[in-house]
């Protein structure tokens, strides 16, 4: 897993280069007033949602959070000149709150693809950045479970948990499976060693975390899916920002560095 982190790392550098076009400010309508950039900058913060119960991409350690999500964040801040400022908020309530303005922008492994429709209905509502990370979905389960499946629609009858509002409860719905839906990942993984469910479905990384603390196996993963940073359709000049940002970590090698401190990727 950790080796195919990393591998997806390199494809996604590459293909930075092809999909940083994708953006043209003119497609999207700036809010009146002043640009938000500018309210960031004479606010001397930027305040960055995400759901800090999902390790290794965000998590509470010491009453900070931390994580690669808050590493790529301050990235962006660091641009800007101003503080990063990280808020804890359920996965589920994150777009609503960037709606609202009460953040900023959203970092939470949160992915975008363009051709799902939960990918769809996220980029109606906000505006996606360019792909910072690749990552595979994962079915976990007990070591000594003696589950196997070749596809989500062999789950049927299997009592299944996930994260509420996350691609993951789309897929499992959609493969004809109820999910059990906690709004945490630590309660979720919690509940899988107790047995309150028999398997999980989450991010690849989260098994690397995970497997730490219990004895897990993965039974099942999917193809790589990528992930965005978000913020208001309203707010391109935020947006033109982030990509900028990303596209170059990507160039000069902190994003690969980021990925190294956070998934012990080696190349």
Known sequence: MKREIAIVGMIVCIAVGFVIGFFIPGLFTP???KPLVEKIQDRGSIIVGTS???PPFENVVGGEIVGFDVDVSQLIADALGVELVMKDIPFYSLIGACKAGTIDMIAAAMTYDPESETGQKRARQLAPSITYIDVV????????SDLTIDSLEDLEGVVVGCQGGTTMEDELEDAG???VTYERVDTLMLDLDGEGVDAVYVDGPIFETFKLLYDLKIIYSSDPDP???WCRKTTPDLLYV???VLREAFIDGRMFAIWVTWFNATG
């Open 31 to 33: 809010a009146p007033g």
């Open 52 to 54: 800090a119960d999902y």
């Open 137 to 144: 979905k994962v079915v976990i389960v007990k070591e000594d």
């Open 177 to 179: 499976i109820s999910p």
């Open 227 to 229: 992930l965005s940073l």
């Open 242 to 244: 982030i990509n900028e």
